[in-house]
């Protein structure tokens, strides 16, 4: 069990570019989330996924989001067209199904900075 | 009204003091309480959870569940420097909805 890992841990990027972040979750977690964090915020969901199937998507993931989970291993965020309000800390969480409690494990999240 | 209601502190406290963080909540459906624990510029760590109403003790952490009142509360025994972090209340309300709803995160820093 290495955690939940993601990359990069950083990222500075010019509004109106693209970005794509990786997760790889927990080996033999089936269940996948994207929860995005502000400064003094607790995270908000996002997005999850249950093996490939994205089952979920919350109002705040607009049309410039997609996430993708091919394969029910790793997934990828993107966000197309950035703007200054996309910075923040991006956070991937896992999951396993076989457990009565869905216990989420979170990695160390991707820090966005839009200028 | 936010469906987690978190007092954002911050909140300082001398070495060996016992803390008592709380959180609020609006929805009964919420059946699952998590606390996570995020030092700065970190990923959330999970430190407990809990479905039922009363007490979780785990170490020198407490969880506490009052599903009449809609109030979770998490204590810290013999508080240390090394606990100063931000602590996130978490709820989820089961079933098919697996997000995590959170609280805004109360920052306590342990004085030595």
């Known amino acids: 069990d290495t955690g939940v890992s993601q990359d990069p841990r950083h990222k500075i990027t010019k509004r109106g570019q693209n970005v794509t972040f990786r997760c790889d979750p927990i080996?033999?977690?089936?269940?996948l989330y994207w929860y995005r964090q502000t400064l003094g915020q607790g995270p908000e969901f996002l997005t999850y996924?249950?093996?490939?199937?994205?089952?979920?998507k919350s109002r705040l993931l607009s049309d410039r989001f997609s996430a993708e989970r091919p394969k029910g291993s790793f997934s990828t965020l993107e966000i197309q067209r950035t703007e200054q309000g996309d910075s923040a800390m991006y956070l991937c969480?896992?999951?396993?199904?076989?457990?009565?409690?869905?216990?989420?494990?979170f990695g160390p999240g991707t820090r966005l900075t839009v200028l | 009204q936010k469906e987690v209601e978190q007092d954002p502190g911050p909140l300082s406290v001398p070495e060996g003091a016992i803390v008592s963080l709380n959180c609020t909540y609006s929805?009964?459906?919420?059946?699952?309480f998590m606390w996570y624990r995020q030092y700065s510029r970190k990923g959330p760590e999970l430190l407990m959870y809990?479905?039922?109403?009363g007490n979780k003790e785990d170490g020198r952490f407490t969880a506490q569940v009052d599903k009449s009142s809609k109030y979770i509360s998490l204590f810290i025994r013999d508080s240390q420097p090394s606990d100063s972090a931000t602590y996130l209340c978490?709820?989820?309300?089961?079933?098919?909805?697996?997000?995590?709803?959170f609280g805004k995160g109360t920052l306590l820093t342990v004085n030595p």
């Open positions: 969480a896992s999951s396993l199904t076989a457990r009565a409690v869905d216990t989420q494990y």
């Open positions: 080996s033999e977690h089936n269940r």
């Open positions: 996924f249950q093996n490939e199937a994205q089952l979920e």
């Open positions: 929805n009964s459906a919420f059946q699952y």
């Open positions: 809990t479905y039922s109403s």
């Open positions: 978490a709820i989820n309300s089961g079933g098919s909805n697996y997000k995590l709803t």
